[in-house]
Every structure is written in structure tokens, then in C-alpha cells.
């Protein structure tokens, strides 16, 4: 069911890969509640993934470019506001990559070049990406910018690296131009810490099916998919949400706040050799 959330809002959404990425969800529902938009991914993604078959759906221009690379980035923007007439309400940042994960080197023997480019590509492009806009005055009033996070920016995650390093990062880069953007311009800037999702490239993981049965046992509502992160972003783009930044915002179905639930003490009883009992 749609509720016109954006009618005569426009936006850029960077990161929609597959009709498994957050963002192509995000693009979806955008389209639904009467949203604009152009879609932006690199090169390499737009060979390999399926943006063509998404902007085709929704009506939205492709724009190719490196998020790490600010030429990129200016011509996403400028083209963006020649094709939607103006500028936009809301950007979504749904991307990230770590090469030490996917070579599987682990975090104490992590490759420092590696790490440069986890840092650069998952989290400094998102500074990059809000001085452009910045610069360009590129989004109106009360704009809404989101960024997808994890809750390894807190606490430690086996397996998830020094991915955990870049949405710490992330996170920080939101509040301190989330400061700057709502003082200057009134224009919101939040993060989504999301349950693990079988995304692409969440898929990549080490021992992804195994955490997301963990935290769907530690969840007492059990764990957000893409579609429900992705009503999630509607919302905070939305002009009901005005007041709304600066923020890491838990969706995640109560995980963040659990310490044990009875679905994971159960599970994890019947691995010992006592007798613990629990009621």
C-alpha cells in the first residue's frame, strides 16, 4: 500500500545493484510513494548487476560514477538536478566493500592498502558525497541524506573486519556534517544500523548464515529484511520525520538492546554438557 510519503520529492539513490540490494528496495518504494530519482552505481556494478531493468521500472536516469571520486560524484549531482529540474530532496548511500574480507584475511592481519580502500569506499565517500552536495547547495530545505550501518560500529562481530572500522566511521562522518548541514540548511542526516540482510554483498560474510540465525533467536521481533529497511528510509525521507538527525537508528527488531534471549539460551544450552536448566 502506498501513501504519496514523497509525492514531488526527488532524490539519488547510490548502490542498487540486484533486486537483493537495500537500495533497489529503497528505489522501489521511492517509486511507490511518488518519489523522482536518478540511480547511481560504477561501472563495473552496471555490467555485472541489473540497474538497467530498475530505471526502467521506475522511470529513472543511470548516472555511472565512482563514489570515492569527486569528479564522479559532481557530475551525479549536476546531471541529477538537470534531469529532475531542481534539487533534490534525499540521497541514500548503500554502499560498501572490504577486500580484506573478501580475501579473507583477518583482522589482525589485515593489508593496510586494503584497509585504505574499506575506509575510502564504505565510509569516506560519504563525506565526499555530502560536500559536493554541500558545495553545489545541491538539496533543499529539510532534505533528508541516510546511510546504511551495522551494528559492528559498536560492538565486536566475528567475521565482519574492518568493515566494523568503516561504519564506525560512517556513523561520525553523520553527526559531525549532520551538525553543519542542519545548522546551515536544515537538512537531516541519519544512519540505519540494519539487521544482517542477505544482500549481495552481505552474502559475503564469513558465517552469514549463522549470525543471521543468531540474531533472528536474539530479536524479539526477529530480524528486518531489505523490504522493511527499505519502508524504513521512506519514512525518514519523508517530511514526517523533519526533526529526525544526527542519528544512528537501530532497525534491527530489538537485537541492539538484548543482552540473551530465551530463543538463544535454549540454543545454546543444548550444546553444553551440564545440566543448566532454564524455564
Not at 537501530?250 to 545440566?275: C, Q, W
Amino acid at each position: 500500500m502506498a501513501y504519496n510519503l514523497l509525492k514531488g520529492k526527488k532524490g539519488i539513490i547510490f548502490g542498487a545493484l540486484d533486486n537483493k540490494s537495500i537500495a533497489w528496495k529503497v528505489a522501489e518504494k521511492a517509486h511507490a510513494e511518488g518519489a523522482k530519482f536518478t540511480l547511481s552505481n560504477t561501472l563495473t556494478a552496471l555490467r555485472f548487476g541489473q540497474l538497467d531493468t530498475l530505471a526502467e521500472k521506475t522511470g529513472s536516469l543511470v548516472i555511472p560514477a565512482d563514489a570515492t571520486n569527486v569528479d564522479d560524484l559532481n557530475n551525479v549531482f549536476e546531471k541529477s538536478m538537470e534531469e529532475l529540474g531542481g534539487k533534490v530532496d534525499f540521497v541514500l548511500h548503500s554502499i560498501g566493500m572490504s577486500l580484506n574480507v573478501r580475501k579473507k584475511r583477518v583482522y589482525n592481519e589485515l593489508d593496510y592498502n586494503f584497509l585504505n580502500k574499506t575506509l575510502d569506499i564504505s565510509s569516506i565517500s560519504f563525506h565526499k558525497m555530502l560536500q559536493v552536495a554541500y558545495k553545489m547547495d545541491a538539496i533543499n530545505r529539510w532534505g533528508s541524506v541516510l546511510a546504511l550501518s551495522y551494528i559492528a560500529a559498536q560492538r565486536t562481530l566475528y567475521g565482519y573486519n574492518d568493515m566494523a572500522d568503516a561504519k564506525a566511521l560512517l556513523e561520525s562522518i553523520a553527526r559531525s556534517f549532520g551538525y553543519i548541514y542542519g545548522r546551515e540548511k536544515k537538512i537531516r542526516v541519519n544512519t540505519i544500523s540494519q539487521s544482517p540482510t542477505y544482500t549481495t554483498a552481505g552474502s559475503g560474510v564469513k558465517g552469514m548464515n549463522a549470525l543471521m540465525d543468531f540474531t533472528e533467536r536474539m530479536s524479539p521481533l526477529g530480524n528486518a529484511d531489505a523490504d522493511e529497511c527499505a519502508n524504513y528510509c521512506i519514512i525518514l525521507f519523508s517530511d514526517l520525520t523533519r526533526k529526525i538527525t544526527m542519528q544512528n537508528l537501530f532497525h534491527d527488531g530489538g537485537f541492539s538492546s538484548m543482552g540473551m534471549s530465551l530463543r538463544a539460551m535454549k540454543m545454546y544450552n543444548r550444546s553444553l554438557d551440564g545440566d543448566l536448566d532454564i524455564e
